[in-house]
């Protein structure tokens, strides 16, 4: 089953409100989280790196004041879209890194959040 | 940084056709994936890569990669309408660094 969770897996909210979402590994301790998103009828891009105990990294293009991420614990990563905007509406999915899986690398989808989709109005 | 290139980026074919999709690395990748997906919804694992030359095949989708592990091709033979959604490759360059994905292609099956 399923080594990942991903809460919400979807959330409606009104433009300039805050969403925060939760990926938490089950079973094992994830050192490092993947954020991605993925934009309609585009693939999945890296957003941001996570690491337990230490500033997040973000991709170019990414606005760390605006994607607060935290990963206070082994077990919990979260993501927080602050003053959300109609463009940040998105599909957001968290993946944990390789070297934290306790069974051998495969990025199956056991291993991924199973996603939340984000809608701005 | 490590690219891949995913084509074609859209694919409409007649049920009973063959179709391929290509994953192209600009670097030699540690483990090449293929993932079914839909907008908004999870991934579904179909097959993952890791030895040069390698070919697997699950019901009717085989993928290989190539010798030099930079290039793989998704192969479905006789298509169905099941077969229709967004495909991706995903590759992993080893160690804890991120998966990289291609663009996808969407695959459409008409009756």
């Known amino acids: 089953g399923a080594v990942v969770s991903q809460h919400p897996s979807w959330v409606i909210c009104k433009s300039g409100t805050s969403v925060k979402i939760e990926c938490r590994s089950l079973d094992f301790q994830a050192t490092t989280m993947f954020w991605y998103r993925q934009f309609p009828k585009q693939s999945l891009m890296l957003m941001a790196t996570s690491n337990e105990g230490s500033k997040a990294t973000y991709e170019q293009g990414v606005e760390k004041d605006k994607f607060l991420i935290n990963h206070a614990s082994l077990t919990l990563s979260t993501l927080t879209v602050t003053s959300a905007h109609p463009e940040d509406s998105s599909f957001y999915i968290c993946?944990?890194?390789?070297?934290?899986?306790?069974?051998?690398?495969?990025?199956?989808?056991?291993?991924f959040g199973p996603g939340t989709r984000l809608t701005v109005l | 940084s490590q690219e891949l290139e995913q084509s074609p980026q859209s694919l409409i074919v007649q049920e009973g056709k063959n179709l391929t999709i290509n994953c192209t690395s600009s670097k030699t990748l540690y483990g090449l994936y293929w993932y079914k997906q839909k907008y908004g919804e999870g991934l579904i694992f179909l097959m993952m890569?890791?030895?040069?030359?390698e070919e697997k095949s699950h019901e009717k989708i085989t993928a290989k990669l190539d010798e030099k592990k930079q290039q793989s091709s998704l192969h479905i033979t006789a298509s169905q309408p099941s077969h229709a959604g967004i495909y991706l490759c995903g590759a992993d360059m080893r160690g804890n660094t991120p998966l990289v994905f291609g663009k996808g292609t969407r695959l459409s099956v008409i009756a």
């Open positions: 993946i944990p890194g390789l070297a934290d899986k306790p069974t051998p690398s495969s990025y199956n989808e056991q291993f």
């Open positions: 890569l890791q030895k040069g030359g």
